[in-house]
């Protein structure tokens, strides 16, 4: 979920003149634009909008074509409780086959009761989206038609390809997507599984680096050496994770790539949770790609294998090789 401090903290970073309710607006850091409702301003930190009157966001994520039936099967109301969140309906945006749909949500945080839409439709080449967070008390006007309004609003800039991400996974058992950022990251989570605290769900992140291809002269990034120390940096850097201790390390060759996979216990800095990490780093001399498996110790042994399975998926798109 959103919490209401980071929603507020991202709010006062943002633009302060919103735009005019009939004016499609670039979505920042995608290819996309939208119609956003009333009072929503761009964001200068987020793929999204923020409206500070309300303390409410608007999160907007370009996923990979054909998951919509995908998404729609992770909205079960059981891993949503574990969520902190109620499930109060699923509609569809149109009567027409890939019309897309909107889950209905409640929930509280730090005792302060919100709604949530999350909106999701096809477009060419992508699967959209667009996450609509409000707190009860900033609802005025701001209803289920206005929603689907603005979720229906969302296109493809003119001439802007898709963000189409340079790689892909088979998800694990019971692993579903549940985001994508500016076409780099993949963020995957087992909702079928309730966890007392939703910041311990299990997730598979895949990333892609923005390295530049190394100048002439340049030191070859995919030597053993190379990798070996690329991958021992990153895995003492795991946002959100303390204590990191590394328990085994090896190398690694996924879709053709030299690499390298650490196993290691660690500790959830949120929750204090002991943590299992599988952390994979595969090198390409023009950028690097990282896959890390989270979850909690006590359930290493369901998810550890699963998270192995997952990087030795592993393929880049035909366009990025």
Do not use: C
């Not at 019309?99 to 009761?113: C, N, P, R, W």
């Not at 439709?121 to 038609?145: F, H, K, M, N, Q």
């Not at 992140?205 to 190379?226: E, K, M, W």
Request: aromatic share 4%.
């Amino acid at each position: 979920m959103v919490a209401r401090a980071l929603a507020l903290g991202l709010l006062l970073l943002a633009p302060a003149v919103p735009v005019g309710a009939a004016d499609p607006v670039a979505v920042p850091n995608t290819t996309l634009e939208m119609v956003p409702p009333a009072g929503f301003a761009p964001s200068d930190r987020f793929a999204g909008f923020v409206d500070r009157a309300r303390a409410a966001v608007i999160l907007v994520a370009e996923l990979p074509a054909g998951m919509a039936d995908q998404l729609r099967r992770s909205f079960a109301p059981g891993p949503l409780a574990a969520r902190g969140l109620t499930l109060r309906a699923i509609w569809p945006l149109g009567a027409a086959p890939g019309a897309g749909f909107v889950v209905s949500l409640v929930g509280t945080d730090a005792e302060i009761g919100y709604r949530k839409w999350i909106g999701v439709r096809a477009l060419a080449g992508a699967t959209v989206v667009v996450t609509i967070t409000v707190p009860e008390s900033g609802l005025d006007g701001l209803d289920e038609a206005a929603v689907a309004q603005a979720i229906r609003s969302v296109g493809r800039r003119a001439g802007a390809p898709p963000a189409v991400l340079p790689f892909t996974v088979t998800p694990a058992a019971g692993f579903a997507v549940r985001q994508g950022l500016m076409g780099t990251t993949l963020i995957l989570s087992d909702r079928t599984r309730a966890i007392a605290d939703a910041r311990d769900q299990p997730l598979f992140i895949v990333s892609a680096s923005h390295a530049p291809p190394p100048g002439p002269g340049a030191p070859d990034p995919t030597t053993p050496d190379a990798v070996r120390r690329l991958a021992d940096r990153l895995v003492a850097a795991v946002s959100g994770l303390d204590t990191v201790r590394v328990e085994t390390s090896d190398p690694l060759e996924v879709d053709g790539l030299p690499g390298r996979l650490h196993t290691a216990d660690a500790v959830n800095a949120a929750t204090g949770t002991r943590t299992r990490l599988v952390h994979a780093v595969l090198v390409a001399p023009d950028r690097h790609f990282r896959l890390i498996g989270i979850a909690p110790a006590a359930l290493a042994a369901r998810y550890q294998p699963r998270f192995v399975a997952m990087v030795a998926s592993f393929r880049r798109t035909a366009d990025h090789r």
